[in-house]
């Protein structure tokens, strides 16, 4: 019987000494996604983007955030996934730390 199964994106990190008060892509996503978690370990709150040009979420330094799409399914099976593709902007005061992105999808099982 075959099954999908879950992978993981390869981890988005960014150095928060090199954010800025202007939006600046910090990853891309590999697949479609329908769970990221967002672990600020910066020493700033990070403004989120997902067009570069309006904010989307805040993230408070030190803080861990998951955006879990498919709770968010419609109905008629429908999956919620950020797409593929999907590059993640950020701008935050420089400070001391990483900012990490990590992002679950299904794929069929081999």
Do not use: W
């Not at 879950?6 to 000494?17: E, G, K, R």
């Not at 593929?84 to 992002?103: E, R």
Request: glycine share 8%.
């Amino acid at each position: 019987m075959a099954q999908n199964r879950v992978q993981a994106i390869p981890l988005i990190s960014f150095a928060s000494s090199s954010l800025s008060s202007s939006y600046q892509a910090i990853g891309t996503l590999t697949a479609a996604c329908f769970l990221i978690r967002i672990n600020n370990a910066t020493s700033t709150a990070v403004t989120l983007s997902l067009d570069g040009v309006n904010d989307h979420e805040v993230i408070g330094a030190g803080a861990v955030e998951t955006l879990n799409f498919q709770t968010n399914a419609q109905p008629q099976n429908y999956a919620a996934l950020l797409p593929k593709g999907q590059i993640i902007y950020a701008k935050a005061t420089a400070g001391t730390g990483t900012l990490y992105i990590s992002g679950y999808f299904v794929a069929p099982a081999n």
